[in-house]
């Protein structure tokens, strides 16, 4: 019976409430950013340009030189890139050949226009500084600026110019001090205007560099046989005629100066 009073009974237990096991949270990890990563542009295919001439006869450019281009860069108001002028006309005009026409005082050596050559300017250059060596001060003056303007036109034809130079004629006029002063003339008029007539199967159009209004003639007779007629100018310095002639392909020399400045 002792026994039985220590025997606890089974309802007497007290309850033990068993604990749930925790749920132990694994820790949160980030992903890791990833970067965007900018695609570079894939590089285009070359595409060859596309000729807008295709099919069509190319244009020839004439240069008046002296009316379009007398006094330089005082008369024009900025210096001339000729080698950026070269490269706009042929780019935006489909302008294959360019003549350039223009006089130069040759002195005393021995050329004449009958033998249908041009003027060779590597001889002529010899020429002049044997000339200037012994020459007084005064006419050595005047050989150093003919030595100059060989030297530009070497310059052009190695651009790619066709250089269409003539002896120019010398006449004497009286400064205000009553010295005399040489005028140089070439009259390169009817060499151009002989030009465009003689080439005239072989483009579709002029570019013509000149404002004198003796060319009007041979403008209008080129427009009405189908020839593109394009002139380039300054608009002060233009006849009348030539600007009428060309209409909306007249280009005045101001506004190409962003393009072909120096």
């Given at each position: 019976?002792?026994?039985?009073?220590?025997?606890?009974?089974?309802?007497?237990?007290?309850?033990?409430?068993?604990?749930?096991?925790?749920?132990?949270?694994?820790?949160?990890?980030?992903?890791?950013?990833?970067?965007?990563?900018?695609?570079e542009p894939k590089p285009e295919r070359?595409?060859?340009?596309?000729?807008?001439?295709?099919?069509?006869?190319?244009?020839?450019?004439f240069i008046d030189a002296s009316n379009l281009f007398w006094g330089g860069r005082a008369s024009m108001g900025f210096g001339i890139d000729y080698k950026k002028l070269l490269e706009h006309i042929?780019?935006?005009?489909?302008?294959?050949?360019?003549?350039?026409?223009?006089?130069?005082?040759?002195f005393d050596f021995e050329y004449s226009i009958l033998d249908n050559k041009a003027i060779d300017l590597?001889?002529?250059?010899?020429?002049?500084?044997?000339?200037?060596?012994?020459?007084?001060?005064?006419?050595?003056?005047?050989?150093?600026?003919?030595?100059s303007k060989i030297n530009f036109y070497q310059i052009l034809e190695g651009y790619g110019y066709t250089m269409k130079i003539k002896p120019a004629k010398v006449f004497y006029d009286e400064d205000d001090e009553n010295n005399e002063k040489p005028m140089l003339k070439a009259n390169c008029d009817v060499d151009m205007t002989f030009?465009?007539?003689?080439?005239?199967?072989?483009?579709?159009?002029?570019?013509?560099?000149?404002?004198d209004g003796d060319f009007a003639a041979v403008l209008s007779y080129l427009k009405s046989?189908?020839?593109?007629?394009?002139?380039?100018?300054?608009?002060?310095?233009?006849?009348?005629?030539?600007?009428?002639?060309?209409?909306?392909?007249?280009?005045?020399?101001?506004?190409?100066?962003?393009?072909i400045h120096q």
């Open positions: 019976m002792a026994f039985s009073f220590f025997m606890k009974r089974k309802g007497d237990e007290p309850e033990v409430k068993k604990s749930e096991p925790q749920k132990i949270q694994p820790p949160k990890i980030q992903p890791p950013k990833i970067e965007k990563r900018i695609q070359h595409k060859p340009k596309v000729n807008i001439f295709s099919g069509k006869k190319p244009v020839f450019c042929q780019n935006e005009y489909n302008v294959d050949k360019v003549f350039y026409y223009s006089g130069l005082r040759i590597a001889k002529l250059t010899e020429h002049l500084k044997e000339l200037q060596a012994k020459s007084d001060e005064k006419e050595s003056l005047l050989i150093e600026k003919t030595l030009d465009m007539m003689r080439y005239m199967e072989k483009y579709s159009g002029v570019l013509a560099m000149t404002g046989h189908g020839r593109s007629v394009t002139i380039f100018s300054r608009w002060d310095r233009t006849a009348k005629e030539i600007r009428t002639i060309a209409g909306d392909n007249f280009v005045d020399f101001g506004r190409l100066r962003p393009i």
